[in-house]
T-cell receptor, first 111, second 114 residues
Framework: GENVEQHPSTLSVQEGDSAVIKCTYS??????FPWYKQELGKGPQLIID?????GEKKDQRIAVTLNKTAKHFSLHITETQPEDSAVYFC??????????FGTGTSLTVIP | NAGVTQTPKFRVLKTGQSMTLLCAQD?????MYWYRQDPGMGLRLIHY???????AKGEVPDGYNVSRLKKQNFLLGLESAAPSQTSVYFC?????????????FGPGTRLTVT
């Protein structure tokens, strides 16, 4: 099955700086890569996603890049704000409609 | 729309007891999923369903059973709870449109097995 690895596990940035979280996957058949934000005590919420036929996608301060050849994708958050502090998960949709998640990155934005 | 709801929010079981977790969605989604979330391990898929009356095993199905008798509901059952099943359980649902499969998650059920 698919194996998704996520780094770093924790990340602290100053408010206004950028944050980058990286994930790798193993199954070349995976075709959809979402990123989720999870706040304490809540379920994950989709913040951005990318399909395998696209290399980059942006939504205001958030962007995702995908390198299919290297099998890695990254989340970029610019101009970070304290409300960006949360746990972020990457995921890959493999065969059979199954999703495989990374182990999460705890992001802290220091005011 | 309520989105995805889960019942109950919290539960404490003794080893060997059984229980059923209920997930309901009002978005007419075909796909529904059950995950467990443990510290440092992300979310792991237990079982999923691609339509009413269908179920399939995920990464960690042992000790769990599921049923999807109605399109809007997905039930997760523990027949004989074990301490290793202490976890936070999340249900999710999704549509399939143009190659995107956005999942909507419920608020979670925190289960403790003593």
């Amino acid at each position: 099955g698919e194996n998704v690895e996520q780094h770093p596990s924790t990340l602290s940035v100053q408010e206004g700086d950028s944050a980058v979280i990286k994930c790798t996957y193993s199954d070349s058949a995976s075709n959809y890569f979402p990123w989720y934000k999870q706040e304490l005590g809540k379920g994950p919420q989709l913040i951005i996603d990318i399909r395998s036929n696209v290399g980059e996608k942006k939504d205001q301060r958030i962007a995702v890049t995908l390198n299919k050849t290297a099998k890695h994708f990254s989340l970029h958050i610019t101009e970070t704000q304290p409300e960006d502090s949360a746990v972020y998960f990457c995921a890959a949709r493999g065969t059979g409609n199954q999703f495989y998640f990374g182990t999460g990155t705890s992001l802290t934005v220091i005011p | 729309n309520a989105g995805v709801t889960q019942t109950p929010k919290f539960r404490v079981l003794k080893t060997g007891q059984s229980m059923t977790l209920l997930c309901a969605q009002d978005m007419n989604h075909e796909y529904m999923y059950w995950y467990r979330q443990d510290p440092g391990m992300g979310l792991r898929l237990i079982h999923y369903s691609v339509g009413e009356g269908t179920t399939a095993k995920g990464e960690v199905p042992d000790g769990y059973n599921v049923s999807r008798l109605k399109k809007q509901n997905f039930l997760l059952g523990l027949e004989s709870a074990a301490p290793s099943q202490t976890s936070v359980y999340f249900c999710a649902s999704s549509y399939a449109s143009g190659g995107a499969y956005e999942q909507y998650f419920g608020p979670g059920t925190r289960l403790t097995v003593t």
